[in-house]
């Protein structure tokens, strides 16, 4: 398949089945008595879970699109990714929740162009029967269950209406008093964390959802979701996409408003 005929329903169409691969081997061994935790050098908890997840799913990429490459949480990145498409893997996306039985944690799937913008994404967390994806012009789609619907972000116009979501407070460094400041201008905060508060955003239930220090691979399938629902997708100051290493999601309306408000 060459990058400049590339059929993006078929690409979506292959990340969901991938989805589906990775939420029968999470569920497995999710709450599993022997489920293997090791520390990795950035002392970060790791499960033998996200490990069988992004290798099941390298697996049936090499096989499906063995000219594109594959970016991993677990397994790396390759040197270049220069002119070519590239998969962005996060196998468990809150494997802290996954290894304590919190069950929001889910499986990210992006596909990433040559320059660099995100084209499909898909958000799959099994444990709470959810799923999100979206691809470019194709707009974003949520399943509970056995029911799927397009969603769209919110249209909350005042800072001072908004709900915003976040993870915890490490990370913010110099910010951090600003950022616990801007809590006392709006209506509602909650700590949904990780990839659950950019999928609220898509869905209109939140309207800015932010993380001051992320990977690519935290990022990738977020970013496309909740721009195809109507929103925009930065890093803290204001730089487009997932590349970045923070992550701001809006419903668009506030995005410039908040991004002040950190300055």
Known sequence: MSNNARDLLADLDLALSLANLADEISLQRYQALDLVVETKPDATPVTDADKAVEMAIRSQ?????????????????????????????DPIDGTKNYLRGVPTWATLIGLVDPKGEVVVGVVSAPAL???????????????????????????????GDCSLSHSDLIGWGGLKEKFIAVQDKIWRTRGHGDFWSHMLVAEGAVDIAVEPSLSLWDMAALDVIVREAG???TNITGESGPHGGSAISSNKILHKEFLEVLK
Request: net charge positive; glycine share 12%; aromatic share 12%.
């Open 61 to 89: 990429l090499a096989k499906a699109r063995p000219l594109d490459l594959i970016v991993g949480e677990e397994f790396g990145t390759p040197d270049s990714l220069a002119g070519k498409f590239y998969w962005v893997i």
């Open 129 to 159: 029967n959810r799923r999100w994806w979206a691809a470019t012009g194709m707009g974003a789609k949520t399943q509970f269950g056995s029911s799927i619907k397009s969603i769209h972000v919110s249209k909350v116009s005042k800072l």
């Open 231 to 233: 929103g925009s997708f």
